[in-house]
């Protein structure tokens, strides 16, 4: 098995500029967490599906995160615009289903906002 | 608001030593907690997850703890490696179908 796979691993870009990160989870996986990893607040999650509908998107920060999860393959989160404060680690994990308790992990996208 | 706090911060020890991470959590009635493993640019790996109604579990050179009435887990590394050399992560769980709760982590460096 691929694990968790996340696209870019790496994304540098100017502050106003949409960002789009990308996640594949593991086949037959029925749930999704998307979670932003900074050096002041730790891991912290951003919003999570299940059966590709979201299910808790109370860690969103604002208006400018966006996430669709159109099918059960394929995840996107998105900043529109970006600003330099959102600069992290985007991770993606991915769970058998809403319950298990194991969520297995991408490698993570380091994202810089100049 | 439901909090999980991990001291140190960082901890270095040579090659050998046992030692003890802690993790703190402000509300005991957990569903279960875990600890994760979290290599430089890299993703997470979990390690050993122990249910509310347990109280250790243990893999290897890995024991954990869980006292949910005081509100702790410690992990127990045994004869540390330099291998064993990574960022420690506890999370816990409130509920079935609920987020992972992740404190900062603990930096550990083991010299050879």
């Known amino acids: 098995d691929a694990g968790v796979i996340q696209s870019p691993r790496h994304e540098v870009t100017e502050m106003g500029q949409e960002v789009t990160l990308r996640c594949k989870p593991i086949s037959g996986h029925n749930s999704l967490f998307w979670y932003r990893q900074t050096m002041m607040r730790g891991l912290e999650l951003l919003i999570y599906?299940?059966?590709?509908?979201?299910?808790?998107d109370s860690g969103m920060p604002e208006d400018r995160f966006s996430a669709k999860m159109p099918n059960a393959s394929f995840s996107t989160l998105k900043i529109q615009p970006s600003e330099p404060r959102d600069s992290a680690v985007y991770f993606c994990?991915?769970?058998?289903?809403?319950?298990?308790?194991?969520?297995?992990f991408g490698p993570g996208t380091r994202l810089t906002v100049l | 608001k439901q909090e999980v706090t991990q001291i140190p911060a960082a901890l270095s020890v040579p090659e050998g030593e046992n030692l003890v991470l802690n993790c703190s959590f402000t509300?005991?009635?957990?569903?279960?907690l875990q600890w994760f493993r979290q290599d430089p640019g890299k993703g997470l790996t979990s390690l050993l997850l122990i249910q509310s109604s347990q109280r250790e579990q243990t893999s290897g050179r890995l024991n954990a703890s869980l006292d949910k009435s005081s509100g702790r887990s410690t992990l127990y590394i045994a004869a540390s490696q330099p291998g064993d050399s990574a960022t420690y992560l506890c999370a816990v769980k409130y509920q079935a179908g609920t987020a992972l709760i992740f404190g900062k982590g603990t930096t550990l460096s083991v010299s050879s």
């Open positions: 599906f299940n059966n590709n509908v979201p299910i808790d």
């Open positions: 509300d005991s009635a957990i569903y279960n």
């Open positions: 994990a991915s769970s058998p289903t809403a319950t298990t308790d194991t969520q297995y």
